[in-house]
């Protein structure tokens, strides 16, 4: 089972940046996807970034040119690089890992970008 948590959410004022790394419990070679998602209050659940063992990413369209996915194989950890941040980039940013046809979740850390 892929344990995950995540860290460096905050309050930060819009334009502003904030990165958020997501350490895993084992290493993400054998992770096929890992991804950042992210729910506001009232909204559903929303791939925000994605990153596969091959490196290859995704973005959500309205995080393109903004927001960049990246690891750390060494550290077993992902990355998401935040900038030019939005108030509508609020919520909650949950990990995510893609492994053997299961999905893991970490426990989401809090952005809230204020106007």
């Known amino acids: 089972q892929v344990q995950l948590v995540e860290s460096g959410g905050g309050l930060v004022q819009a334009g502003g940046s904030l990165r958020l790394s997501c350490a895993a419990s084992?290493?993400?070679?054998?992770?096929?996807?890992m991804g950042w998602y992210r729910q506001a209050p009232g909204n559903q659940r929303e791939l925000v970034a994605a990153?596969?063992?091959?490196?290859?990413?995704a973005y959500a369209d309205s995080v393109k040119g903004r927001f960049t996915i990246s690891r750390d194989n060494a550290k077993n950890t992902v990355y998401l690089q935040m900038s030019s941040l939005k108030p509508e980039d609020t919520g909650v940013y949950y990990c995510?890992?893609?492994?053997?046809?299961?999905?893991?979740w970490g426990q989401g850390t809090q952005v809230t970008v204020s106007s």
């Open positions: 995510n890992a893609k492994k053997g046809g299961k999905n893991y």
């Open positions: 084992e290493s993400i070679f054998s992770i096929n996807i």
């Open positions: 990153i596969s063992s091959g490196g290859s990413t």
